[in-house]
């Protein structure tokens, strides 16, 4: 297929994206993650193993299909660090982010593009996202469908006690919760609802130590604090991770081969659901007229 793929993530999701790029042959895949192996990412991350401790994801992932007949180029960076010059060569980007901020991120910058090219650069977006059993997929092609932006609200707000999925543990955490997660993945210490239990304070100790390592303010690292995340902590379903992957490359082959309905029939959010049974459902996500990223380019 002669198609020119920008991945962003290489975790549970981009190892299995990046997997069906390279079943469909793409002509080249550049991946983009600046997280490194680690332990607790080998039981979902089935590109890399024990070697792979310590490499970054990106590299790592690469190297295994160092024989596939299809170009694949590892960057080892924050999606932020990359020019609009690099972006414009790319017939998609894929991403399997795990946070919202970079998703925030390449949507804006794509759309940019979009208006500013008068259209002769227009780049589709296809975000895809997990959480336990459920998941979804969402399309994004400027000044066609609705963007990430206006889908805004179907995330939690900023603040907000939400559920922590696995695969924010890194080898460089971010916030408290990564300090939590990566003890509780790779040490499973057997913790109940005694907040004064001695393995609970060993682990406190633990998270309190790590953090001050990665220059996070260990304050708020409480016993109360850790049995919180502990019991927000959803664990990836590999086979939740493989249906929605497999719905967004779907995605991207209807795009690339012209296969799509036209809009407005176009159905640019689909949803998945495995909690009782199995539920998809895709629809047409109402684009807001009053975005602040997109809504110039339906004016133009």
Known sequence: MDCKVLLLGAGGLGCELLKNLVQLQVSEVHIVDFDTVELSNLNRQFLFTEADIGSPKAEAAARYFHKAQVSITPHVCDLTSLSTQFLTQFDVVLSGLDSIAPRRHINNVLCSLALTSQFSTLIPLIDAGTEGLRGHVKVVVPGVTSCWECSLGTVPAEGAETNVPMCTIANNPRTLEHVVEYFVATEAPALDNDTTGTALQELVAKCRHRAQEHGIDPQGITGAYVMGVVRRIIPNVATTTAMVAAHATNELIKWHLDLVADPPAYCNF??????????????????DSNCAVCSELFTT
């Open 270 to 287: 689909t949803v998945v659901n495995g909690t009782q049974g199995h539920f998809q459902y895709a629809f047409t996500y109402a684009r």
